[in-house]
């Protein structure tokens, strides 16, 4: 016990001596690692040791800004990590507005807009087999670039309104930080990238792809003339179940696709609409709709029914994909959290509607993974059945 702590004590004087000299980056991965060791000590000791390593990166954090300190407080304890809004602060400055108008430093939005192609992809993927990692990588660009670029066409149609919105005001283009000519020079560098993805799929792909332009440039606009944005922003995310089966097949199977396709939009109608009740307020005092509006108190039976909606396009793309038993297996989980998530929802709480908004990407991944491992259990299934037919 006595040689514990005092091993213990030398490696806290090696970490205070090395942070001034060229080791100093490695300290937080370092200092992680042994942190995580300490369970056997007391909880006083270890909260009097972090407390010290906490003061010693504390004091040199503006030398490396793009590492954070989460003080997440259990049995004493303390985790360092990178999130995507810490690395867009420790990009150079003149940069930092171009990735916040693409939203780098929130990601969320590139899940959900990635996610419904990683299901398409996955379900494309021969019977036993993983879905092509190349793909998912491609799409994965993809996702992140058209994103952005959605972000930056909608800042630049709504510019007006998100100065009159607190929670928005502060955006690139509303506070001033880059000029609407900036602004369209950017999205047309975004653009011409994504396009380059585009170029690497097949033709059927590329025309596919390319007919989606144009829900991209028309949903800013849809909350200004009717209450269902929602359902453009559904039609526009989800674009990818259709075009992830095309880039591994070459055409869509339309008995897949449209079931799968109708599911996202379904989907986005949930989460969106869950989203869009932390700006009502705001949405009446600049004049714009959503389905937030539209539904009011009523919110909770209209998401019941989107949910009910997207669990039977799920089942019928299933069926037709031949899934097996894991992918029911998670589809009904999915199902299980969503009535979870409706349920305990408060829509008169901001950020309530934000948790259970960002919760949807671990549903997202959730259904991709059941997609995977129904896939894999097709080969298992053919080999049983093979077998059965050999012994008789």
Known sequence: MLSAKLTNQVTLNVLRRIHHGPWYPSVYSLSNCFLHKEGRRTRHDIHKETNMLGTVFYSHRAIHPSVRLH??????RRSFGLSAATIVKAAPVPVQPYLRLMRLDKPIGTWLLYLPCTWSIALAADPGCLPDLGMLTLFGTGALLMRGAGCTINDMWDK???????????RPIASG???QRQALVFLGGQLSLALGILLCLNYYSIAL???SLSLVVTYPLMKRITYWPQFVLGLTFNWGALLGWSAVKGSCDWSVCLPLYFSGVMWTLIYDTIYAHQDKDDDIKV????????FQEQTKPWLSGFTVAMISGLIVAGVNAEQTVPYYAVVSTVA?????????????????????FVSN???????FLGIIAG??????????????????
């Open 71 to 76: 003080e997440v407080q259990h049995y004493g």
């Open 160 to 170: 007006d309104f998100d100065k009159k919105v607190s929670r928005t005001a502060t």
């Open 177 to 179: 930080e880059i000029s």
């Open 209 to 211: 792809g390319a007919a």
């Open 287 to 294: 004049g714009v709709k959503s389905t937030a509006l539209r």
């Open 336 to 356: 299980i959290h969503l009535m979870q998530q409706i349920y305990t929802l408060d829509i008169n709480k901001p950020e309530d509607c934000w948790k259970k």
């Open 361 to 367: 990407r671990n549903l997202g991944l959730l259904l």
């Open 375 to 392: 896939n894999l259990w097709k080969e298992r299934r053919e080999t049983l059945l093979q077998n059965a037919e050999a012994s008789r």
